[in-house]
Nanobody
Framework: QVQLVESGGGLVQAGGSLRLSCAAS????????LGWFRQAPGKEREFVAG???????SYSDSVKGRFTISRDNAKNTVYLQMNSLKPEDTAVYYC????????????????????WGQGTQVTVSS
């Protein structure tokens, strides 16, 4: 059974940066595709970024050029570096792992993910 634990959320001013981490336990981390999703109040959860086994990445248009997803297989951890944050980035951020969508840039939809973290709150003030 895989478990995911996010950390690194918090309150930041617009224009600032945060780095989210997601540590995995159980399973063989290097095999999996990984993703970050977010859910703002009153909205559905949406894709933010994904990374496949080989390190290929993909991003939603809303974060492209500002966010960077990366993985450290030796530490069983996936990261989301968030720069130039905007108030509209305020949301609960979730990491997700996919045992099925590991090729290319990993999962890009909720249905493609097999395990989820508990979420971490990111609040960007204007």
């Amino acid at each position: 059974q895989v478990q995911l634990v996010e950390s690194g959320g918090g309150l930041v001013q617009a224009g600032g940066s945060l780095r989210l981490s997601c540590a995995a336990s159980g399973g063989t981390f290097s095999r999996y595709g990984l993703g970050w999703f977010r859910q703002a109040p009153g909205k559905e959860r949406e894709f933010v970024a994904g990374i496949g086994r080989t390190g290929a990445t993909s991003y939603s248009d809303s974060v492209k050029g500002r966010f960077t997803i990366s993985r450290d297989n030796a530490k069983n951890t996936v990261y989301l570096q968030m720069n130039s944050l905007k108030p509209e980035d305020t949301a609960v951020y979730y990491c997700a792992l996919s045992d099925r969508y590991w090729w290319s840039s990993g999962p890009a939809a909720e249905s493609e993910c097999d395990y989820w973290g508990q979420g971490t709150q990111v609040t960007v003030s204007s």
